[in-house]
């Protein structure tokens, strides 16, 4: 199975550097792991209200959606839990994101109506 995060393209950029040794620790809007304890994570449905309610004063092209593996995050050390939220059960990962876990990146497009744009998941296998 996989999950979707949105990723700051600075802080993803920095992890895919040459050279680069650290996971990927941005939780989300101007907060990182140590201070959230989990990095958010969401399924395809559930990522155009996240972007509506938290993302929708951000230049989607300063963004980029992670595709991650739930298998291969957690063999990399960072447990993914399904926790709560509200009246739905959201993906979140407790760790760093092993960048081998990522195994696509796509650009957010905003519709005309503001939102995101359909994302091409074709042969992703996202949840």
Do not use: N
């Not at 979707?4 to 895919?16: D, E, I, R």
């Not at 959230?36 to 230049?59: E, K, N």
């Not at 593996?69 to 063999?75: H, I, N, P, R």
């Amino acid at each position: 199975m996989r999950i979707l995060h949105l990723a700051g393209l600075p802080a993803w950029s920095a992890v895919t550097a040459p050279g680069a040794t650290t996971g990927y620790t941005e939780s989300t809007r101007g907060m990182d792991l140590a201070e959230v304890g989990f990095l958010h994570a969401s399924t395809s449905a559930q990522l155009p209200g996240v972007i509506d309610r938290f993302y929708a004063d951000v230049d989607l092209a300063t963004m980029v959606v992670l595709v991650i593996d739930v298998d291969l995050c957690e063999a990399g050390g960072s447990p993914v839990r399904w926790d709560p939220v509200g009246d739905q059960e959201f993906p979140h990962i407790y760790g760093p994101l092993p960048v081998a876990a990522v195994v696509a990146t796509l650009p957010p497009i905003r519709d005309a109506d503001g939102g995101l744009a359909p994302l091409d998941l074709t042969g992703l296998d996202v949840a």
